[in-house]
């Protein structure tokens, strides 16, 4: 390793961004960021167009861009599995196992061992997955000069987690096969040409929001209640199913000890209710009372014309007032599951 010159070139992009009055800031998980490579100054690049070289994986290309555009975004998320706004608005930390996913196609930075680049023969780098989801070989380890937190114009190296290999690019290696755009490999030696820093950072208003609140100090003992049905839905066993997807979003925030899912359809009949769905605050609280718990989660999931719109409150159970409570609104079914994790953090966040 040639520790002379990377220690020249970060002490070098310190001070022409010191120069141009460039004014860093924290990176945050839900953030949108552009990186550069130090030692060319070339963007950290993706487009939908697909590898075609020999013995390629024919993913899509990831490459080092000397010019400015929209393909240069990327977006900060948590590992692989983990849910979409895992840790949002908290500050990214060196030693941190992190995804990028390219915002303009939705897929992640990713490398894979047996697929060699296309003009230095090192390993492959690509974006892979659809919708944001990949597998584990999204995961990267960042590693930040001098440790700390993860800052704009910070000297930066990824760790690729699975084969132990670094985010890598260099001047002078690029042809068609890379739309002659400069090659970014995973490289398992060490050298200059490992360094990268985020050049651009934004925070989208809602991870600014959820940045400023905390998760709840005390973890609440609570009771998930199956969701009330409101107007012709077209799925069987919506609210049951519902009610099971915002459970395993409850956990996952680990704001929530859970201590039992209750059926609807047996406490209508058990408090000798109407079959409405419909039970009043002061109803659950006595519910969950006799439960031991103290807050219950009920909700609801109803659909007017063409809007479906999906309502969770979080009821103490000593006061029966609404301790906190959140809705979302899509056009379809389908989308609904994609939201069910942003709704459980609403209730976990104060």
């Avoid at 380890?141 to 910070?154: C, F």
């Amino acid at each position: 390793m040639n520790n002379g010159r990377f220690r020249f070139l970060i002490g070098f992009t310190a001070v022409f961004l010191a120069a141009v009055g460039t004014q860093g800031q924290t990176v945050r998980y839900g953030s949108h960021i552009k990186i550069k490579h130090l030692a060319s100054n070339h963007f950290l690049h993706s487009h939908n167009i697909k590898y075609k070289h020999k013995k390629s994986s024919g993913q899509q290309q990831v490459v080092a861009f000397a010019n400015d555009d929209d393909n240069n975004w990327w977006i900060v998320k948590g590992p692989h599995g983990t849910v979409e706004n895992h840790k949002a608005g908290e500050t990214v930390q060196n030693g941190d196992v992190i995804r990028l996913t390219h915002r303009v196609t939705n897929r992640n930075l990713h490398t894979h061992q047996g697929f060699p680049s296309p003009v230095t023969n090192q390993q492959e780098v690509t974006a892979f997955g659809e919708l944001g989801v990949g597998d584990n070989q999204d995961d990267w380890r960042i590693e930040v000069e001098g440790g700390g937190p993860w800052e704009q114009d910070a000297p930066f190296q990824l760790v690729h987690v699975a084969s132990g290999k670094r985010l890598h690019s260099h001047r002078g290696f690029s042809n068609a096969f890379t739309e002659n755009m400069q090659e970014v490999t995973a490289f398992e030696g060490q050298d200059e040409n490992n360094g990268w820093y985020a050049c651009a950072v934004e925070i989208p208003d809602d991870i600014i929001k959820l940045s400023r609140k905390k998760v709840r100090r005390e973890m609440l003992k609570i009771a998930v209640v199956d969701f009330a049905e409101r107007g012709n839905l077209e799925v069987p066993d919506a609210g049951l199913t519902v009610a099971e997807w915002f459970t395993t979003a409850l956990q996952k925030t680990e704001a929530f000890d859970i201590y039992e899912r209750l059926s609807l359809q047996k406490l209508q009949s058990e408090y000798n209710l109407q079959q409405t769905g419909l039970l009043d605050e002061k109803t659950m609280a006595q519910i969950g009372k006799v439960r031991g718990v103290q807050a219950i989660v009920t909700g609801s999931i109803m659909k007017f014309q063409t809007t479906i719109s999906v309502t969770v409150k979080l009821i103490d159970t000593e006061t029966a007032k609404i301790i906190d409570s959140a809705d979302i609104k899509t056009k379809s079914m389908d989308a609904v599951p994609f939201e069910i994790d942003n709704l459980a953090w609403e209730l976990a966040t104060e």
